[in-house]
């Protein structure tokens, strides 16, 4: 069921003026950036859908693929289709003659691992390190994202463990020498961890079975509880990721056991476009009160919206998810100041300290309002946005004086590809933000609409 909105919490005039300084200044620094060859190749994905759906399962293939004729192979099944416009040159190298079909091959592979690295910083902490202090330099902190999907085996789950314990500890020995930055180590109460790492509960054990409920927790407890007296140790922050819906419960509980079990600086990621988000966040809002407990949230929209609606139509359940993109804006407009406002005052308070995970102008404006207008700093929050995307609107902020954190996922090509996918179908998706205003370039006015009065416009017509 729709919430029935109430307009008139939101100053629209001030998210307006927040939100078109953002965009003049995320202007600017767009003119200034090169258009690479994967823009280009994501610019043709949008134009052509056809081309888009195959090129993106062909490169959920590629890591499979072992030889040069197997490339080509593939490559030409997937992409000589004639619902598929290709790019001319593409065409053109593809129906080139046989002697030709290695390089092209070939080609292919480096530009799609030339993608890959745009969205992921490396494989191992050796590989990362530098490319971490390069962006701590530019005033960007980092939490890791160990790359992989749900784990299927101990022996999987086993090396994940040994990674995330190792990840912790390096990570937390190489960033003592950084030199240090204000802006992203002083938060509104305490200093902020340098070291910051996200971890998936389906990566800790087998088969996280929402079923068997206590069953999972309690080997969910055994499988994290080196990895948080660890993170005690470094001073490190672990924050826990949110997957499908299927987990949720069982990660807010979970969470909420480790909290009360380990020392440790913990966070967790809640997701607007659940129709359960306030529900959610008032769980984790009430959770710290009665623990004198401080956690940050990260608020995200989602990354598995399509998967939320098929799977529930599939198995005959009720949605999830909300079904139109202007309900989860509203929705995560709602939740964060629902959140800001269990912010704590001082330490000896449990709280939220919020984290906004989001490269919507538009969602971003709102609440930089809100924290305004509650009389709270620019550090009782941070702005979060993934490795890789949104560049130029990242400099906006930091221009601003917020301290802003990217997600960096580090691992190896196979297990990146399922991400790799995920970013490319985000930065692509008809529904994008990011589409329309980086690269269809939509005016303010539309970037910057209310979904609140959408939704109140909408609500009005039905009563009619
Ligand atoms: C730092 C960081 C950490 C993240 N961690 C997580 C995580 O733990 N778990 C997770 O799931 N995601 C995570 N994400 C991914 C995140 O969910 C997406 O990047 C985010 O949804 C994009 O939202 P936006 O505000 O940037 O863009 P927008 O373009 O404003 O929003 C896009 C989002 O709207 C929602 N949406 C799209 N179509 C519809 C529709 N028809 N009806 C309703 N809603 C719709 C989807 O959630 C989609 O992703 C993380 C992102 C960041 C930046």
């Not at 902190?141 to 090396?159: K, P, V, Y």
Request: hydrophobic share 40%; with cysteine; glycine share 4%.
């Amino acid at each position: 069921m729709n919430r029935i909105p109430d307009v008139s919490v939101y100053d629209e005039q001030r998210i307006m003026q927040i939100g078109c300084e953002l965009l003049a200044a995320m202007h600017e620094h767009e003119a200034k950036q090169a258009f690479s060859a994967t823009e280009k190749l994501m610019d043709w994905a949008m134009k052509d859908h056809g081309f888009k759906v195959q090129l993106f399962r062909f490169v959920d293939t590629l890591p499979t693929l072992h030889t040069s004729s197997q490339v080509y192979g593939y490559l030409a099944d997937f992409l000589l289709q004639p619902e598929v416009h290709l790019p001319l040159g593409m065409a053109t190298a593809l129906k080139a003659g046989k002697i030709f079909r290695p390089a092209v091959a070939m080609t292919t592979r480096k530009q799609i691992e030339h993608m890959a690295k745009r969205f992921i910083a490396g494989m191992t902490a050796n590989e990362i390190l530098p490319v971490l202090e390069k962006q701590w330099e530019k005033q960007t902190a980092f939490s890791i994202d160990l790359l992989g999907e749900e784990c299927l085996s101990e022996e999987e789950t086993d090396a994940y463990r040994v990674r995330y314990l190792e990840l912790v500890q390096q990570l937390s020995t190489a960033t003592k020498s950084w030199k240090a930055q204000l802006i992203l180590e002083e938060g509104m109460l305490a200093n902020v961890p340098r070291t910051n790492l996200s971890l998936k509960i389906s990566s800790l054990v087998t088969k996280a079975d929402p079923m068997d409920f206590e069953g999972t927790l309690a080997k969910l407890d055994q499988a994290i509880k080196p990895i948080l007296l660890q993170a005690v140790q470094c001073g490190a922050l672990i924050n826990f990721d949110m997957e499908n819906y299927a987990l949720k419960d069982l990660t807010i509980e979970f969470f909420k056991q480790c909290c009360e079990k380990y020392n440790f600086v913990a966070g967790i990621a809640l997701q607007a476009y659940l129709r359960s988000a306030e529900d959610d966040a008032h769980n984790l809002i009430e959770f710290t009160k009665r623990t004198g407990r401080q956690i940050t949230v990260r608020l995200v929209k989602g990354a598995y919206w399509d998967f939320e609606v098929i799977n529930a139509q599939q198995m005959g359940w009720k949605i999830p998810v909300w079904m139109h993109k202007h309900e989860t804006d509203a929705c995560y407009e709602r939740v964060a100041d629902l959140l800001l406002t269990a912010t704590p005052r001082d330490l000896s308070q449990g709280g939220i300290h919020l984290a906004l995970g989001s490269h919507n102008v538009r969602s971003i404006a709102s609440v930089l309002s809100t924290l305004e207008s509650q009389g709270l700093p620019k550090n009782a929050i941070e702005m979060q946005m993934l490795y890789g995307m949104a560049d130029s609107i990242k400099v906006a902020i930091i221009e601003r004086g917020y301290r802003l954190r990217e997600y960096v996922p580090v691992g190896e090509f196979l297990p990146g590809m399922a991400y790799l996918v995920r970013r490319l179908l985000e930065n692509t998706s008809n529904e994008s933000w990011l589409r329309a205003g980086d690269h269809e370039r939509l005016p303010d006015n539309v970037l910057l609409e209310s979904p609140h009065e959408i939704l109140d416009l909408e609500h009005k017509r039905a009563k009619q």
